[in-house]
C-alpha cells in the first residue's frame, strides 16, 4: 500500500519502498520477502536498524507499546481465519489505533481482509463466511473507536467483487441460504462503499473507485 511500482509482482521492489517509506506500523505476512531480496538485502534488518521494534507472532504485535512496530507473521500469506482464528485481525486493528491516536497530529491506517478474495477464488464459502466474520470485527472495532475519538472517518470499501456469489434461495424459519459462484475469477459488480464519521456523506453517489483516495485526502 505504501510502495508504487508498475507491477505487483516486483516483490524486491516493493519491498525496498517500505524501507524508506517513512510509515509507522507495518503489519502482516509475507516475512521472506523482507529477509531476503534478490540483491541480497534484508529489508527487517534495514528497519531494525532505523529504530523498529520487530514482532514476530501476533501476539508480539500486539503487547508491543512503542512506534514505529513492524510485525512479520508468516513467510508468505497469513493462515485462513479457519486455521488462525477469527480474532486477528480485530485485536491487531485495536492496537494499532491505540498505538497511532497518541499522536496528535492524527493518524491515516489501511487495515485489508485480503484473504477473503482467495476464499472466493477459490470458491470456499466456509474460509469466505470465516473472513469476513473477522473482517466484520474489525470494522465494528473502528467504528468503536470513532465513538470515543471525534473527528475520526472510517471507510469500508473492497478493490473488487471476486467470484460472484449469487443468493439463489434461502428459509428464513431454519436459517438456511443456497448460493452459487458464477467464475473464480473478479467481476466487473459495483461495489458499495460505507462511511461513517465526519464527511461520510461525501461518500454518497456513484463514481470511479479511483475517486475514493482523492475524497479521502480531501
Known sequence: F??????????DEITAAYADAGIDILAGGGRAYFEASLDGRNIVEELRAKGYRFAETPEEF?????LPLLGLFAPEYMPTA????????AAATAHTLD???R??????????GSQIDIACHNNDTEVMLAEMRDFNRAVHTAFDFADTHPGTLVVVVADHETGGLTLLDGDERTGRVMGVYVTDDHTPLMLP????????DRFCGTYWNTEIPRMIRA
Open 103 to 112: 499522536r496528535e497530529a492524527g493518524f491515516f491506517a489501511m487495515i485489508e
Open 2 to 11: 505504501a510502495a508504487h511500482t508498475l507491477e505487483r509482482y516486483t516483490s
Open 193 to 200: 462503499v460505507f462511511a461513517y464519521g465526519p464527511r461520510a
Open 62 to 66: 500486539c503487547a508491543a507499546d512503542e
Open 99 to 101: 498505538l497511532l491516536s
Open 82 to 89: 479457519d486455521k488462525r482464528g477469527e480474532e486477528y485481525l
